[in-house]
């Protein structure tokens, strides 16, 4: 089958692929499991070849890649060679801070020794979204190849000419990509031995049963809709500021972009009317200017839910803004009059007022969704609610992000598993007892 790619601002075709047979994606498989066993053999070696090839290939061919992630999925070019500078910084970092946390770790024992090992899996399958090409793939595969294993990427069809470009820039035999469409990748997962999945709580689901089937490892990074919590202390014009960048960054898809606005009720008509004038500055353009923050959506697909969804939302109560160009979606803010559950990505804000902390948390935990969470106001007074939500990320006077420091992660509906620091580069090995008796 023949997979096209599709300029989503221009509506042109871009790019035309053959899909791999599976008798191709198993040769492909087979090759990452003979390679893997030198790979494993030397963290300083793996290291010193993520930080200086790997890296070096991104840097040389910055713009290429951040041209091909605008031209197949619409993100504004200047967020584009923004994600290729975060992973050279990410990579740089795990590569300098990542390795002590595989370290075997001694346990007293009163009539022996005994450590604990932490030892490569040895192939996972990562199963890629659209939305960030080449961030997503970086933070799932190199902390999984700095701890010893082998990457097969099946990267979303639509932005099948990056993957390809990643593959390149890997340029070693225990990474590869293969093309397939669809839902076929359930087939690949009897093959290797784990997977990571960036996506769709449904999508996940399917994934993660095909994996337990297998008895396959697996990690899931699925949606979510953060609510950006915003308390009466709060710096007004510093909270519309982040709510700005938070909703419509990336086209407002992103799994933690914040989506739902709960906002103190003394507060909420500066606030609301606050972020309707920051709204109304920003207007949805060609991506390759570099002067548009806000780009189409990925795709005639995506811009049609998001259109459904504006359109059930101005049917349970105010919406301002919503109109569309082709896909391109205009910056929108819903107050509707009961919930909304549904996450939707897109640039559209849905705004809900609160009277009391108890409240909010119930406001921000009424959601199948735990991915991330930010509260904006004084400290301490944020601080305090943030082991109430229910989410696996909580930032207060920031926007959630992932960072190579930290965990990232949710909870309910939006996963499990983690990436990124200790905890993330630990997913993939096998935690191994070693127990000698004298």
């Not at 069809?157 to 093309?179: A, C, L, P, Q």
């Amino acid at each position: 089958m023949t997979i096209k790619t599709i300029n989503p601002y221009t509506e042109k075709e871009i790019g035309r692929y053959e899909e791999d047979s599976i008798s191709t994606v198993k040769d492909k498989i087979s090759g990452i499991r003979q390679a893997q066993l030198e790979w494993k053999k030397s963290i300083h070696e793996r290291i010193d070849f993520l930080g200086n090839v790997v890296n070096k290939n991104l840097r040389d061919r910055k713009k290429e890649i951040a041209k091909s992630i605008t031209d197949e999925m619409g993100k504004p070019i200047s967020q584009s060679i923004a994600e290729v500078e975060k992973c050279i910084d990410t990579i740089d970092y795990i590569c300098q801070h990542y390795s002590g946390y595989l370290d075997s770790m001694p346990v007293e024992t009163s009539t022996g020794k005994a450590y604990i090992r932490f030892d490569p899996i040895g192939v996972v399958l990562l199963i890629m979204p659209w939305n960030f090409p080449l961030w997503q793939v970086v933070r799932a595969a190199v902390p999984a190849m700095i701890a010893g294993n082998g990457i097969v990427l099946k990267h979303a069809s639509s932005v099948t000419g990056t993957s390809k470009i990643i593959e390149e820039v890997f340029e070693t035999d225990v990474f590869k990509s293969i093309v397939l469409k669809g839902n076929k990748s359930l087939s690949v997962i009897q093959y290797v031995d784990g997977v990571s999945f960036t996506g769709s709580t449904n999508a996940g689901s399917l994934i993660a049963s095909e994996a337990g089937q297998k008895i396959k490892k697996s990690v899931l990074e699925l949606g979510g809709s953060d609510p950006f919590i915003v308390l009466a202390s709060a710096d007004i014009d510093r909270a519309v500021k982040n709510a700005t960048i938070g909703r419509l960054q990336n086209g407002g898809q992103s799994c933690i972009a914040s989506k739902r606005f709960i906002v103190d009720s003394r507060i909420e008509k500066e606030f609301g009317q606050k972020l309707e004038e920051s709204f109304a500055n920003i207007t949805p353009g060609d991506p390759e200017d570099n002067s548009t923050f806000l780009g189409p959506l990925s795709s005639s697909d995506q811009s049609d839910i998001v259109t459904e969804q504006v359109s059930t939302l101005k049917s349970m109560g105010k919406v301002i803004g919503g109109g569309r160009t082709g896909n391109l979606i205009e910056p929108t803010i819903a107050y509707p009059g009961k919930l909304f559950y549904n996450e939707i990505f897109g640039p559209v804000a849905v705004i809900k007022p609160y009277k009391t902390d108890k409240e909010a948390i119930d406001l921000a935990n009424d959601s199948p969704y735990g991915l991330g969470a930010s509260i904006w106001g004084n400290p301490e007074d944020a601080e305090k609610l943030a082991s109430e939500i229910q989410s696996g990320m909580v930032y207060v006077n920031k926007l959630v992000a992932s960072d190579p420091r930290v965990p990232f992660g949710g909870t309910k509906n939006s996963g499990y598993g983690r990436e990124l620091s200790q905890f993330g580069i630990r997913e993939f090995t096998n935690i191994k007892t070693v127990w000698i008796e004298k």
